[in-house]
Every structure is written in structure tokens, then in C-alpha cells.
């Protein structure tokens, strides 16, 4: 089998949860949509707070630890830099100079990852602890996965974890 | 048959590849979308991605400066 013939596709499991790791990934992801490959990201633990409905700081999840937990991590409008945040500052700095620069933004990346149909999956185990369900993501959610359908899922194309 | 032409010669990685890919997916056949790119990796994945999706990629030519200009069809 040639190159050209091999199925193109990568697999992204979203662990950290960072804004400049979020970013890393929706770049991979897109970029790698519109070279033709099939893309998948599994959300998983602080990976979560990306896809979240509900954008900003909210009580969201069943159970007091949960919804505490839940406010404290917020949703993709509260991602943190891996480095430097000085108290979520630096993200709101991060995206001015992106703009600036011409860059896309986190936000304009996952928006050109669900335009270019990239599948994203919610990690099962990550939703239980955290009291979460599928509808406290957004509608592009495909599904609520384990390791073994993301397994399947990936089988025979290149892994992330980011 | 139409065509439509885009500009990515100020974006970057990998909104380059998005706008092409949006618009490509816009073409019918006999369509022809002409995309103005600068120099490097867009001049030199454009046409390949293109190509390996089974468009045609009639022409690469040079425009002015570092800005050339790739002319697909459906």
C-alpha cells in the first residue's frame, strides 16, 4: 500500500486543558482537517472545560464538590496559560496579541474545527467524577466515549496527548 | 461554472489551510477557486492538499513580491 492510499488520521486526547495547550491542539486539529485528515479529540478531565455549553464560571455538575469544582474551572473563557496566568490576565493579553498579529484565537480555531467537521468526544470516566452530562456540552459533542471505543476510534493513525 | 477567488497572504498556520478548504468545499464541478498565497508553506502544501483531495491544480504563478496565486478546479 502506497502512502496516498493509508487513511490520514489523528487523534487527539485534550488533557491539560491550558489555553496555550488548547491552542495547540484546535491549531493541529484544523490544520490537520483541512489537509484532508480525519480528526478526532477526546476531552478529557480539565480537557473538559473547552467544550463546555456554558462559557464562563457557573455551579454546573451534580453534587456540592462537583458544582464547586465546576466554578472554579469555568469554561473555555477561563482556561488558564500553562505559564505565567498572573490570575487569568495573561490569556485575555494572549488573545489582544494574537489579533493584533493576525493569528486566530483559541475560539476562532475551535470554530474552524467543528466547521471542518473535526469529531469531538467527551471522556465518560472525566464526566462522572465531575458530576457532568452530555448536555452540559456544546451540541458538536458526537459522544461520551471509554478507552476502548477511543481506541478503536484512533486505530491505525497518529495519537496526541496534549 | 464560476469562480471565485480568496486571499490568505496575511493569514497564518493554519487558518491558510482552513480558508482554502471552506472554499474549496463551496466549488461544484468545473467550479475554479484562485487562492493568492505568499511564499512557503502555503505555496508548497496548497497545491499537494489540493491535488491529494482530487482537485485539479491548473496553475501556479507568480504574482509580485512573494504573493503567488494557485488556480484550482473541481
Known amino acids: ?162 | 461554472m464560476s469562480q471565485i477567488q480568496i486571499d490568505i497572504t496575511k493569514e497564518h498556520c493554519p487558518m491558510t489551510f482552513v480558508k482554502t478548504k471552506i472554499a474549496l468545499a463551496k466549488l461544484d464541478k468545473g467550479d475554479r477557486l484562485e487562492v493568492l498565497v505568499t511564499e512557503g508553506e502555503p505555496l508548497e502544501n496548497i497545491p499537494k492538499s489540493a491535488t491529494e483531495q482530487g482537485f485539479n491544480v491548473l496553475e501556479v504563478s507568480h504574482v509580485a513580491g512573494n504573493v503567488h496565486k494557485i488556480l484550482i478546479e473541481k
Open chain 1, 1 to 162: 500500500m502506497s502512502d496516498n492510499t493509508k487513511t490520514k488520521k489523528l487523534s487527539i486526547i485534550s488533557f491539560s486543558g491550558d489555553f496555550d495547550k488548547l491552542v495547540a491542539a484546535f491549531t493541529l486539529a484544523s490544520g490537520s482537517a483541512a489537509v484532508n485528515y480525519e480528526v478526532n479529540i477526546f476531552f478529557t478531565f480539565w480537557g473538559l472545560n473547552a467544550v463546555k455549553k456554558k462559557r464562563g464560571r457557573t455551579f454546573l455538575g451534580k453534587g456540592f464538590l462537583a458544582r464547586f469544582f465546576g466554578f472554579l474551572m469555568g469554561g473555555i473563557n477561563n482556561v488558564p496559560l500553562s505559564r505565567l496566568n498572573f490570575g487569568g490576565a495573561s490569556p485575555k493579553l494572549m488573545t489582544y496579541m494574537m489579533r493584533k498579529r493576525n493569528v486566530a484565537t483559541l475560539n476562532e480555531l475551535v470554530e474552524a474545527a467543528i466547521a471542518l467537521n473535526v469529531n469531538l468526544y467527551a471522556c465518560e470516566m472525566s464526566m462522572h467524577i465531575l458530576g457532568l452530562t452530555k448536555d452540559d456540552f456544546i451540541p458538536e459533542v458526537k459522544g461520551v466515549l471509554g478507552v476502548a471505543t477511543f481506541l478503536e476510534l484512533s486505530e491505525g493513525g497518529d495519537k496526541l496527548f496534549i
